[in-house]
T-cell receptor, first 115, second 115 residues
Framework: DTEVTQTPKHLVMGMTNKKSLKCEQH?????MYWYKQKAKKPPELMFV???????INESVPSRFSPECPNSSLLNLHLHALQPEDSALYLC??????????????FGQGTRLTVV | AQKVTQAQTEISVVEKEDVTLDCVYE???????LFWYKQPPSGELVFLIR??????QNEISGRYSWNFQKSTSSFNFTITASQVVDSAVYFC????????????FGTGTQLKVEL
């Protein structure tokens, strides 16, 4: 079983809605990530948080807003999304962000559909 | 910039056959980390192995084995005596030794194991 928990597992939202994706890990990891994965494509990095601070933003549109309330939680706030934002959103965590502690452990993802 | 190539888009085998998934990478950095992840239909990315650039030892874990060759920039993955439960998409990925832990994924290989 994964130790990274994502909720909800499925989400359908309209283009004017505001919703949030949640991610939680209890492995004591200090780095957390959001990835986006379109069908039949590899995951693409969106954001990296290291010690609760945003360290990487891969030029993600502002309609995606990450938040890291504490070292165990990571949220992704969604607002005014487009249908092309429909994808699997994966959260991951790792002990650190460099050197040997680089293996990331992923959650099961949230399958998002924007209508 | 770094790149990971998985030339095999889809492989079909019959149960108990051995199968090798190829991975070729490109990077100018001397310190880097290579990974294999398994993604079953449920969506979660399951971490299988991490290999450091300075450790070319091959590794075996049960039915899984990995062959890392820096001379050919390859990190191939072999499943011995494949089983239906091995059916999944397998991703090879690379991250650099510096901070950030950005994973660069290959395009993935869909493995189908049939009875």
């Amino acid at each position: 079983d994964t130790e990274v928990t994502q909720t909800p597992k499925h989400l359908v939202m309209g283009m004017t809605n505001k919703k949030s994706l949640k991610c939680e890990q209890h492995m004591g990891h200090r780095a957390m990530y959001w990835y986006k994965q379109k069908a039949k494509k590899p995951p693409e990095l969106m954001f990296v948080y290291s010690y609760e601070k945003l360290s990487i933003n891969e030029s993600v549109p502002s309609r995606f807003s990450p938040e890291c309330p504490n070292s165990s939680l990571l949220n992704l706030h969604l607002h005014a999304l487009q249908p092309e934002d429909s994808a699997l959103y994966l959260c991951a965590s790792s002990q650190g962000t460099g050197g040997a502690n680089t293996e990331a452990f992923f959650g099961q993802g949230t399958r998002l559909t924007v209508v | 910039a770094q790149k990971v190539t998985q030339a095999q888009t889809e492989i079909s085998v019959v149960e108990k056959e051995d199968v090798t998934l190829d991975c070729v990478y490109e990077t100018r950095d001397t310190t880097y980390y290579l990974f294999w992840y398994k993604q079953p239909p449920s969506g979660e990315l399951v971490f299988l192995i991490r290999r450091n650039s300075f450790d070319e030892q091959n590794e075996i874990s049960g039915r899984y084995s990995w062959n890392f060759q820096k001379s050919t920039s390859s990190f191939n993955f072999t499943i011995t005596a494949s089983q239906v439960v091995d059916s999944a998409v397998y991703f090879c990925a690379l991250s650099l030794g510096g901070g950030g832990n950005k994973l660069t994924f290959g395009t993935g290989t869909q493995l189908k194991v049939e009875l």
